[in-house]
C-alpha cells in the first residue's frame, strides 16, 4: 500500500471488501457513520469518496469480508534503519508482561533497528494543547488526534472545521523527530524506514492522505494484529537490563478514552468514543445546543485506540492493563529525559495549511441541476415506506432515493415499490380480462342475426 515501498498504490482507502467472502447481508450498511457501503448485486461495495477509514463495518462483519489494507513486514527489508513507533495501545495487548520495557525489547528482537514510543511524543502534543486552549477563539475545541474523526468532520460537519485543533497527531511528530536526528548524524533519509504500529486502519489512510501537511514522514503503517504474533514469542527472552522507555502516564493515557488531557485541569472537558457518540455529540455543537465546554475529545473507536479494530485484547482487559502500568508510577518520567523533551519542543506541531471540506452530499455542481434533484429525491421519499428497512442494498430510504435520482438504483429494488408496481400491473390484467372481446364464432351469429 505505501508509495515509497515500492508497489503501485492502487488506492489511499485502508478499508476493502472481499467479495468471495461476502454474502450481501445488511449488516455493515446500517452501521457505517456516513453512510458509504451499497449491496448491489448481493454484494456490499464501498463508496469511496464517502469512507472515512473508521473501520467500523470490519468490526461488524460477521464473515470477514471487510479487511484494513496496511503495510507489509516485508517492506522494512528495503531500510537500512528500520525504527518501530509503538503507539500506546500496544502495550496493553501484553497483559502477562511485568514492564512495558519488556514489549519495546521485543521489538527490536524482531527486527527493528530502532524505537521511539509514540506515547512520549503524546505528552508533548499535551502540552501544546494545553498551550493552545489558552488563546483559542472557536470553542469547543476538537481533537484532532484520530483521522477518522477529522474525515468524519470533513464530510459531515464541514461548519466544525475551525474548530478542529491545528496541531499534528503524536504519530506525525514521533516520525519527524527520529527523521531529523538521523539526520543530524549524516544519515540519508531513504535509508531510514519509520513504522507506526496501529491499532486501527485509519493512520493507514493518514500518511498517504496527511490532515494539515503537505506530505507524511511515516514510511510504513503496520497492523497491531500482525506484529502481536511476532512480538509475543519473544516476551519471555527479556533480561531486563536495556530500559527503553521513556514515556510517562501522560502519553499512556492517549491510548484511553480519557487520556490525551487532565480533566482536573480543564474543567470544561468532554470525553466522547464511539462513533454513533460522537456523532451525536458534533450535531450538538452544531446546532448550538451544547455550550459551556472547551474541548472535546473525541475518539472513533469504542474504548478509544484501546478498542481500535487491530487490537487483540479485550479492550477491557486493556484499560485495566494499561491502568496498573499508570498506578504503578509516583513520578512523570519527563525529567529522566530532558534531552529529548527539549528537542520536541522544537518541533514545529501546528498545521502548515488548513483543513478544508471534503463534502459528499453534492448532487452537482449546476445549482438548478442540484435543486431539480434535490425536489427529485424529496418526491421519491415521500412514496417510499420510510421504514429503513435496507432490503434495497441502502441504509435508509432517503439513501435509496438519492441513489435513485443519481441513477444508482432502480426504483423497483425497493420491495414495497416493486409490491405496488405489480398490484398495478395485476389491476390492469384484471381489468383487461373483464373486457367482452368477441370472437370468430360470435362474428358469424351476429352476421346471422342480421
Not at 32 to 48: D, H, L, N, Q
Not at 136 to 149: D, E, F, K, R
Not at 279 to 297: H, R
Request: hydrophobic residues 35%; aromatic residues 8%; neutral net charge.
Amino acid at each position: 500500500m505505501n508509495e515509497k515501498g515500492g508497489k503501485a498504490l492502487m488506492y489511499t482507502h485502508s478499508v476493502t471488501i472481499e467479495k468471495e467472502k461476502c454474502i450481501g447481508c445488511t449488516d455493515c450498511i446500517k452501521r457505517c457513520p456516513t453512510e458509504a457501503i451499497r449491496v448491489r448485486g448481493s454484494k456490499a461495495e464501498i463508496i469511496e469518496e464517502r469512507c472515512i477509514d473508521c473501520g467500523n463495518c470490519i468490526r461488524i462483519c460477521r464473515n470477514g469480508a471487510k479487511k484494513a489494507v496496511m503495510d507489509e513486514w516485508e517492506l522494512l527489508d528495503k531500510y537500512t534503519y528500520r525504527v518501530a513507533l509503538p503507539a500506546p495501545s500496544l502495550y496493553a495487548q501484553f497483559p502477562a508482561a511485568k514492564d512495558i520495557n519488556e514489549i519495546l525489547e521485543a521489538l527490536y528482537r524482531i527486527g527493528f533497528t530502532d524505537c521511539f514510543e509514540v506515547a512520549f511524543a503524546a505528552e508533548m502534543i499535551t502540552q501544546r494543547t494545553y498551550d493552545y486552549l489558552e488563546k483559542a477563539t472557536h470553542l469547543p475545541v476538537i481533537s484532532s488526534s484520530c483521522p477518522a474523526i477529522v474525515r468524519l468532520i470533513q464530510r459531515r460537519f464541514p461548519s466544525l472545521l475551525p474548530h478542529l485543533l491545528p496541531l499534528m497527531s503524536p504519530m506525525e511528530l514521533a516520525a519527524r523527530y527520529v527523521k531529523k536526528q538521523y539526520a543530524e548524524r549524516g544519515i540519508e533519509e531513504e535509508q531510514v524506514g519509520v513504522f507506526f504500529i496501529s491499532p486501527c486502519p485509519a493512520k493507514a489512510t493518514e500518511i498517504h492522505r496527511p490532515k494539515g501537511f503537505s506530505r507524511s514522514y511515516v514510511d510504513g503503517v503496520l497492523s497491531m494484529q500482525a506484529l502481536y504474533k511476532k512480538i509475543k514469542p519473544n516476551l519471555k527472552h527479556f533480561e531486563g537490563k536495556n530500559l527503553h522507555r521513556k514515556s510517562s502516564y501522560i502519553g499512556l493515557m492517549w491510548a484511553m478514552r480519557t487520556g490525551s488531557l487532565d480533566q482536573h485541569r480543564i474543567k470544561s472537558h468532554v470525553s466522547v468514543d464511539g462513533m454513533e457518540n460522537v456523532i451525536e455529540i458534533l450535531e450538538k455543537v452544531e446546532d448550538g445546543t451544547l455550550t459551556n465546554v472547551s474541548y472535546i475529545e473525541a475518539l472513533g473507536c469504542t474504548g478509544g485506540c484501546l478498542g481500535g479494530v487491530l487490537t487483540v485484547e479485550n479492550a477491557f482487559v486493556s484499560c485495566n492493563t494499561l491502568k496498573k502500568w499508570i498506578d504503578e508510577e509516583s513520578t512523570e518520567q519527563i525529567v529522566k529525559h530532558s534531552d529529548v523533551w527539549k528537542a520536541l519542543k522544537e518541533e514545529a506541531c501546528y498545521f502548515e495549511k488548513s483543513i478544508t471540506p471534503r463534502p459528499v452530499f453534492t448532487l452537482d455542481s449546476d445549482m438548478e441541476k442540484a435543486i431539480a434533484k434535490m425536489e427529485g429525491i424529496e418526491e421519491l421519499y415521500s412514496r417510499l415506506p420510510q421504514i429503513d428497512c435496507g432490503a434495497c442494498g441502502a441504509p435508509t430510504c432517503r439513501c435509496f432515493a438519492e441513489d435513485v435520482i443519481k441513477q444508482k438504483a432502480k426504483i423497483e429494488e425497493c420491495v414495497f415499490m416493486l409490491r405496488e408496481k405489480i398490484k398495478d400491473l395485476s389491476n390492469q390484467m384484471h381489468a383487461l380480462t373483464q373486457i367482452n372481446v368477441p370472437t370468430e364464432k360470435g362474428k358469424r351469429k351476429k352476421e346471422e342475426i342480421k
